[in-house]
């Protein structure tokens, strides 16, 4: 009896008469006199079976028959089941059979409905000791592995390689696009890595998602469903929950009909609960490796940071250290000339004093600490007031070139103003042989251009400064030229081997890689 599709089929077959039979009977369920049998799960003895409403007529004469239902306990189920039907047949002239015959022959189904029951039994848990093995092994075979992608590409093998299904999948939510996306697939025909499937309907990939439990499809329950695969009659969903999301989906798909059996979906269920500890496992390393590789660049970044202060606060304090020499070797000095001194010691600590804000908004910026105070500000107005602030250089004179008009503008007033400062400051210092320096702002549109996107056209991201990279183009220029010096001190002509280092080291970087614009 094929209880898929609710048939029964000739299994076995002997005539002492005639040798093996060579018919093959196929009869659905209620049909004909075997089908009858299958179906009421009552035996039955009939003498005149030409004259029995339910016989169907084959290609051999049958004057008389016999039919027993056979069935064994289903522990699964808790009930009987039908597996097959046991059939007893006479020619015409043959004695009719009797209630004996009836008797024997349903006793004998019964010691085979035992042994049957037994076998199943047996099958059944030595498949449940296979599917624990399953389970045992890609669980220790990904135990170790912190890699998200590995787990899941060995997981779908070993599936694929214990069940032999049409295609076993892992598929993950997009959530943003409503998307389940194909991760890694195994199978005759698996779906191309990347193939997406839209989250709609009452398919099993969608209900495993959103209501979290495991889902069967078979082909006659959801005519309207489309499996991954051509031709699958039957689907299981089962989500991978890591932590408290479904963070991925099993999914298999079988063009066996009845292709999943509880067993079965339990192993896989185990083996979904334990790839989610996997994966929570995974997530929380990759989590660390990211923190752990944050406070490598943060150290990176202060030991730039200290180095860039030391140097800043070198220049001011070597003025405050000198004039303050100068003064304590002159007392007598004239007091126009201790004043002067005084006042460009003032100066230099003033420089500090900026120098320390500076460092310390830079340091709030990067930890995302920096406040704001926005409002409507005349953005004219601060670049005049920042201008009026600026020290008078009568090397570079500021030239302002700004409306009459006010330029109202939504800002923080006050940093404004540090920009321009900030600006003027560099024009200053990277003008050494002075002239004028301009400050100028005109209303070319009603609202201020913004960009969200790339801003370089040639090189995307390259805005990065990195002082590390300039210290090894250093290191490397350093270590070239004691090359050099020793080879010519041990008589060795290395010059194609310099050439070529040199070549490295000089043509390996984007450009403006020393001032730091770009890497």
């Known amino acids: 009896f094929d209880e898929g599709e609710q048939v029964l089929r000739l299994f076995a077959a002997w005539s002492g008469e005639h040798g093996d039979t060579e018919e093959t009977p196929f009869f659905r369920l209620g049909e004909g006199i075997a089908g009858r049998v299958a179906r009421d799960l009552l035996p039955l003895l009939v003498n005149d079976v030409p004259g029995h409403a339910d016989w169907v007529h084959g290609d051999k004469p049958v004057e008389r028959i016999l039919c027993v239902p056979l069935t064994h306990f289903d522990r699964a189920r808790g009930t009987s089941v039908l597996y097959g039907v046991l059939n007893a047949t006479r020619q ?3 004695a009719p059979f009797s209630d004996d015959d009836l008797d024997y022959l349903t006793r004998f189904a019964g010691q085979l409905s035992i042994a049957v029951a037994n076998s199943v039994a047996f099958a059944g848990e030595r498949e449940r000791s296979e599917q624990l093995a399953l389970v045992n092994s890609v669980l220790r075979e990904t135990a170790g592995v912190l890699s998200r992608d590995r787990i899941l590409e060995s997981t779908v093998s070993r599936i694929q390689e214990a069940f032999q299904h049409g295609v ?3 598929l993950e939510p997009e959530l943003e696009s409503g998307m389940l996306r194909v991760v890694t697939a195994a199978g005759r025909e698996p779906p191309s890595e990347g193939q997406a499937k839209t989250v709609s309907g009452e398919g099993p990939l969608e209900l495993a998602l959103t209501e979290r439990r495991t889902v069967t499809w078979a082909e006659a329950s959801t005519p309207g469903f489309a499996p991954l695969v051509p031709g699958s009659r039957n689907a299981l969903a089962v989500p991978i929950v890591a932590g408290d999301e479904v963070t991925a989906v099993l999914y298999v798909e079988s063009d066996r009909a009845g292709a999943f059996d509880r ?9 979904a609960d334990g790839v989610g500890i996997l994966l929570r496992t995974a997530g929380l390393y990759e989590t660390l490796e ?5 406070l490598v660049e943060l150290d990176r970044t202060k030991s730039e940071l200290v180095n860039v202060v030391a140097h800043d606060f070198r220049t001011p304090l070597a003025s405050i250290l000198g004039w303050a020499e100068m ?8 007091e126009e000339e201790r004043r002067e001194r005084a006042s460009l010691i003032v100066d230099s600590v003033t420089r500090m004093a900026g120098l320390m804000d500076r460092t310390l908004e830079t340091t709030r910026l990067e930890t995302g600490q920096f406040a704001f105070d926005f409002g409507l500000v005349d953005l004219g107005a601060c670049l005049r007031a920042a201008a009026e602030r600026f020290p008078a250089d009568p090397s570079h004179p500021i030239v302002l070139d700004l409306p009459d008009e006010p330029l109202p503008c939504w800002a923080d007033a006050e940093r404004i103003g540090e920009v321009a400062e900030n600006l003027l400051s560099n024009a200053v210092k990277y003008s050494p042989g002075g002239g004028e320096v301009g400050l100028a702002v005109r209303r070319d549109r009603e609202t201020l251009p913004a960009n969200t996107g790339e801003t370089h056209s040639l090189f995307e ?7 590390s990279i300039k210290q090894y183009n250093r290191r490397c220029e350093g270590g070239l030229l004691a090359a050099e010096a020793v080879s010519a001190m041990a008589g060795v ?3 194609k081997a310099l050439r070529e280092a040199w070549q490295l080291t000089l043509f390996n970087q984007f450009h ?4 730091g614009a770009s890497v």
Request: glycine residues 8%; charged residues 20%.
């Open 263 to 271: 067993g079965q979906v339990i192993a896989l269920e185990t083996l």
């Open 327 to 334: 003064l304590e070797a002159r007392p007598d000095a004239e």
């Open 92 to 94: 015409p002239g043959s």
């Open 493 to 495: 002509d290395s010059r």
């Open 168 to 170: 076993v999948a892992m």
């Open 512 to 515: 403006d890689i020393f001032v």
């Open 461 to 467: 991201g390259c805005f990065t400064s990195h002082a």
């Open 290 to 294: 990211n923190t752990n590789a944050r």
